[in-house]
């Protein structure tokens, strides 16, 4: 991995209303330390900060960052970002060595096209979109690539599935799913069936009869209960 340079000020002033004033300056406040270096205080220039860790290594970049003439091999870790407009409030620069095995996360990407289970209507369901994996700095990949063209409804690919890249390891469970092909599923719109419908009917009837039955026998012999009043008779 090619390493990237970024220019860092040593010196900056502490303190909440100074790191503000860097921002509104253009500037992210930082510090560096490891391997035996006190921490520093630094300040860099955000947009080269943002090209540095939106290249393709992404966040893992290996930056050669100079300080005060100094230059120093290190990873950008522990980023502190705005709550709302997500700009880089903070960043945690640590020292590395070529020779030592560091741990980062790595993005997951599928490739290919899962034909068979988008046939059946089914679709990926991806649980694991980043693995932590431990390599040198330089051997650390820029994304891991799953292929996903061959997946079926009911198969999975796991952890202990990727191949990783040659001296990177990772100590994740290697039976955590990582996408899984699902069936379509089927929504219940909750209508009743027509059986419960005729039940219901049936029962209404019920009353209804039970009621005129009831009203029958209330009635005095020979009268109806619908039967109107005779007449009166006329004077």
């Known amino acids: 991995m090619a390493e990237v340079v970024l220019i860092a000020e040593s010196g900056r002033p502490a303190g909440s209303a100074a790191s503000r004033r860097l921002r509104r300056a253009g500037k992210v406040p930082a510090v560096l330390y490891g391997h035996g ?11 080269e900060l943002r090209n540095a860790l939106t290249g393709e290594a992404g966040l893992n970049a290996l930056l050669s960052l100079t300080v005060d003439g100094s230059s120093h091999l290190a990873m950008a870790r522990q980023l502190q970002r705005h709550p709302v407009r997500g700009g ?30 988008h046939r059946e209507g089914g679709f990926l369901d991806q649980s694991l979109f980043n693995l932590v994996i431990a390599a040198l700095p330089g051997d ?5 690539e799953i292929d996903v063209s061959g997946l079926e409804i009911g198969d999975a690919i796991r952890v202990g599935d990727i191949k990783l890249p040659a001296g990177v390891s990772t100590e994740i469970d290697p039976e955590a799913p990582v996408v899984i ?13 027509e059986a419960e419908e005729g039940e219901e009917g049936e029962v209404a009837e019920g009353e209804a009869a039970e009621g005129a039955e009831g009203a029958e026998a209330a009635a005095p012999e020979g009268e109806s209960p619908a ?7 006329e004077s």
């Not at 650390?140 to 891991?144: G, N, S, T």
């Not at 092909?181 to 069936?193: M, N, T």
């Not at 039967?227 to 008779?233: D, G, H, T």
């Open 37 to 47: 270096v006190d921490s520093t205080p630094l300040a860099v220039d955000a947009r």
């Open 88 to 117: 880089l409030e903070h960043v945690d620069f640590v020292i590395v060595r070529r020779d030592e095995v560091v741990t980062a996360e790595v993005v997951i990407e599928m490739i290919g096209e899962a034909e068979a289970v």
């Open 140 to 144: 650390i990949p820029p994304k891991i």
């Open 181 to 193: 092909a699902q069936a379509a599923q089927v929504v219940d719109l909750g209508e009743e069936p």
């Open 227 to 233: 039967a109107e009043a005779p007449p009166a008779e």
